[in-house]
Nanobody, 120 residues
Framework: QVQLVESGGGLEQAGGSLRLSCAASGNIFRVNDMGWYRQAPGKQRELVAGITRGGSTNYADSVKGRFTISRDNAKNTVYLQMNSLKPEDTAVYYC??????????????WGQGTQVTVSS
């Protein structure tokens, strides 16, 4: 059974930094694209940043220049470095991975979410 486990959320002041991590584990043959999404209260879940297996990245306009997504394929882990945090970054952050499970094939998996709260 494939699982994504996030860590690194918490409370930070505006202007500060946090680093999120998401590790995939289980019966993994290969991890393809990975990404970070977020959902604020009363809003829809939105893409924050994505990264391909080869390292190509894309970002939401609201986080460009402040957030950096990266990955370690050997560890099946994706990271999100968040700098210059703003109160509007407050949300639950979810990790997503398109993963080839050795027994069940390819599908998307989600982490349980980690809360990020930015105080003004």
């Amino acid at each position: 059974q494939v699982q994504l486990v996030e860590s690194g959320g918490g409370l930070e002041q505006a202007g500060g930094s946090l680093r999120l991590s998401c590790a995939a584990s289980g019966n993994i043959f290969r991890v393809n694209d990975m990404g970070w999404y977020r959902q604020a209260p009363g809003k829809q879940r939105e893409l924050v940043a994505g990264i391909t297996r080869g390292g190509s990245t894309n970002y939401a306009d609201s986080v460009k220049g402040r957030f950096t997504i990266s990955r370690d394929n050997a560890k099946n882990t994706v990271y999100l470095q968040m700098n210059s945090l703003k109160p509007e970054d407050t949300a639950v952050y979810y990790c997503n991975g398109n993963i080839w499970d050795s027994t069940t094939g390819i599908r998307d998996y989600w982490g349980q979410g980690t809360q990020v709260t930015v105080s003004s």
